[in-house]
């Protein structure tokens, strides 16, 4: 069984740049949720994916979209990038049915912002 | 939407104690209730997780037992061990499918 898999581990970018995260389900597992996690945080809800639409959405401003490819992979895109966006980005699949189901975590890619 | 709250944020205890983290949520339609735990620099990896049909479920020793009433859950770990030190999080989730996250709980344990 394969794990969730998030690239690049660690990315530094400047104020005002775009940046692509992307991350690989866990196989069987059809739905994906990212996250962002500030330190000595818990996770905060930015969105999730199912069957390649958005399926649910946190909190975030339309300058962070998404992507959901027909094998499941993800991808986060963030423009016009803040100083604020410094964080963890998480990603976590699971396997959508009728009952809320585990979400499991990739290691997350470390973005900082100067 | 969903208020979940979590104490406390840090909990110190010696080897062999028992250590307990409770979380409260506002949405009386939330069903499942997951914990994860978050070693330093790490994934979040879940631990145990009780669906709102069930009012305590346990692993060896991890439990969680969930007031519906009271709307609130408590994550139970017994005879800790130093490497039961991490941060722990709670997590709410509805019909809506999307989860709601607690600020975490960082469990010190002292050999």
């Known amino acids: 069984e394969t794990g969730v898999t998030q690239s690049p581990t660690h990315l530094i970018k400047t104020r005002g740049q775009q940046v692509t995260l992307r991350c690989s389900s866990q196989s069987g597992h059809n739905t994906v949720s990212w996250y962002q996690q500030a330190l000595g945080q818990g996770p905060q809800f930015i969105f999730q994916?199912?069957?390649?639409?958005?399926?649910g959405r946190g909190n975030f401003p339309p300058r962070f979209s998404g992507l959901q490819f027909p094998n499941y992979s993800s991808e986060l895109n963030v423009n016009a990038l803040e100083l604020d966006d410094s964080a963890l980005y998480l990603c976590a699949s699971s396997l959508a049915g009728e009952n809320n189901q585990p979400q499991h975590f990739g290691d997350g890619t470390r973005l900082s912002i100067l | 939407g969903e208020n979940v709250e979590q104490h406390p944020s840090t909990l110190s205890v010696q080897e062999g104690d028992s250590a307990v983290i409770k979380c409260t949520y506002s949405?009386?339609?939330?069903?499942?209730f997951p914990w994860y735990k978050q070693e330093l620099g790490k994934r979040p990896q879940l631990i145990i997780d009780i669906r709102s049909n069930v009012g305590e479920k346990k692993d060896q020793r991890i439990a969680v037992t969930l007031n519906k009433t009271a709307k609130h859950f408590s994550l139970h770990i017994t005879e800790t061990q130093p490497e039961d030190s991490a941060v722990y999080f709670c997590?709410?989730?509805?019909?809506?499918?999307?989860?709601?996250f607690g600020r975490g709980t960082s469990l010190i344990v002292h050999p």
């Open positions: 949405d009386s339609a939330s069903n499942y």
């Open positions: 997590a709410v989730l509805g019909g809506s499918y999307i989860p709601t």
């Open positions: 994916y199912y069957r390649e639409e958005e399926n």
